[in-house]
């Protein structure tokens, strides 16, 4: 692309919470472009989410990667026409889309890779608390979130933030994109992240974990407690990323994330 006339490339404006992202049209094909906003990456570490970008992409889980700088996290990948986000409302009634997204989490937990670094449940919640204020909801949290460590069968490569604007989809097969987050992680998280964020009714959960291959009465159960701990992480994220930015938007989702977590944990 460096030998391209800037006056043949088209940026269009996409979605994205603290990434400014462009579509690129220019004469070789379509590209996708992640400028990090400022101030937008607390608790990130760029080296890190390279390194499960390329393992993610070996295992097919993921996309292939043009260019990353680990400095301030600009990132270009190919943007291919018939790969698209698709509405949350519209994933979760489509059963086939929802196990083809459960299998897509079951191989990303099977692959015989080892992340760089490794989520504890309650270094997380711990670390997220500490960016707002207090909450009454923390000291539940922080005693779930050291219960799902205490228990954990096993870590295994996850990406920790799967909702619908981290999901492109072609011919019906979903690829998972923006590995900020992504660790060694109880794989009980990816699922539930998934089951709060595409707003999963019991039907659309069953299709998930039916494509994941397991629905036990203890897996239910677990990836119902770490869905509590999804909400309250998420919800803390969302508040401290719109107080950095000043988006009234991000700080309403937080705490909607906030409330919902609360009623959970009773």
């Not at 080296?47 to 499960?52: G, S, T």
């Amino acid at each position: 692309m460096a030998a391209l006339d800037p006056a043949t490339i088209r940026a269009r404006p996409m979605n994205g919470h603290t990434n400014a992202m462009f579509a690129l049209d220019t004469p070789v094909g379509g590209f996708a472009l992640r400028l990090p906003k400022g101030g937008a990456a607390a608790g990130v570490d760029r080296r890190h989410e390279r390194l499960a970008q390329r393992a993610a992409a070996a295992a097919g889980v993921g996309l292939p990667v043009l260019f990353f700088d680990e400095e301030d996290g600009t990132m270009l990948t190919r943007q291919e026409p018939d790969r698209v986000v698709r509405e949350v409302a519209e994933i979760a009634r489509d059963r086939a889309a929802l196990a083809a997204l459960g299998l897509l989490l079951r191989r990303l937990h099977a692959t015989p890779v080892e992340f760089a670094w490794t989520f504890r449940a309650a270094e997380v919640v711990a670390a997220h608390l500490a960016r707002i204020e207090p909450l009454p909801l923390g000291e539940p949290l922080q005693a779930l979130a050291g219960r799902l460590d205490e228990s954990v069968e096993r870590r295994a490569p996850s990406h920790d933030d799967v909702h619908a604007a981290n999901i492109l989809w072609q011919d019906g097969r979903p690829r998972l994109i923006d590995w900020e987050y992504a660790g060694m992680n109880d794989p009980a998280f990816d699922l539930a992240t998934a089951r709060i964020e595409l707003g999963l009714d019991a039907d659309g959960l069953e299709a998930l974990l039916d494509g994941y291959g397991r629905d036990d009465r203890f897996w239910r159960a677990r990836v119902e407690d770490q869905a509590t701990l999804a909400l309250g992480i998420a919800g803390a994220w969302y508040l401290d990323q719109g107080n950095r930015l000043g988006d009234p938007g991000l700080v309403r989702q937080g705490w909607a994330r906030l409330e919902r977590c609360a009623a959970r944990l009773g």
